[in-house]
């Protein structure tokens, strides 16, 4: 469920970034693909959200299967809004650092190495987003983005992580709980049986 919606704000920012460079920037995008991608990105979430509710869907393979399906989606839009130059393209990271603290090792390197190859890829295939802007100005539009988009990743970020340690910090309360009445409970017995030993014995004649 939290995954849900961390995806869900990974989808709001996603909009937002090509609402920005189409809205307020003017870039020139192909917007049918772009909205294409974020729908079929809202589809992927709404399945799992389906498959949750439903008591399933927490295997490991499939948890990392959608990591990865995040992945490629965002590294779909990163290639049609400018490739490696596009300050959002860190955003490859948030499925990474998500899967690292909720799956095993193993799954967490495999999503790094996807994660590593489509970032190179992106370094040598992409569409170039055309703008109609001095140079200078590009060059402030790309520094603004990166200090946007470490805010918003590391806003997401928090909120997942901080989430997550609050429920695991749950869970070892109550299974210390749990173990502190099974004690309790353990302790009644072996009273209860020195009790009925003790009623025996008085019962029994010298």
Request: aromatic content about 10%; overall charge neutral.
């Amino acid at each position: 469920a939290r995954l849900v919606m961390a995806r869900w704000l990974l989808l709001a920012i996603e909009a937002g970034m090509v609402l920005a460079l189409a809205g307020f920037l003017g870039a020139r995008l192909p917007l049918a693909p772009l909205v294409g991608l974020l729908a079929l990105h809202g589809a992927l979430n709404l399945w799992a959200l389906w498959r949750n509710r439903r008591g399933r869907g927490g295997e490991p393979a499939e948890v990392m299967a959608y990591f990865l399906a995040d992945a490629e989606a965002i590294a779909a839009l990163v290639y049609f809004t400018g490739g490696y130059a596009n300050p959002f393209i860190s955003l490859l990271l948030v499925p990474l650092i998500l899967c690292a603290v909720t799956l095993p090792a193993r799954f967490a390197w495999a999503v790094t190495l996807v994660v590593g190859v489509l970032y190179s890829l992106l370094a040598r295939y992409y569409q170039p987003l055309a703008m109609s802007v001095s140079d200078q100005v590009a060059i402030d539009l790309h520094l603004a983005g990166m200090w946007l988009n470490f805010l918003l990743t590391a806003a997401l970020v928090a909120a997942f992580v901080t989430r997550l340690a609050a429920a695991l910090r749950r869970r070892e309360a109550d299974l210390a709980e749990a173990r502190e009445q099974a004690l309790r409970d353990e302790q009644l017995f072996a009273l209860g049986m020195q009790a009925a030993a003790a009623a025996h014995d008085l019962a029994t004649p010298l």
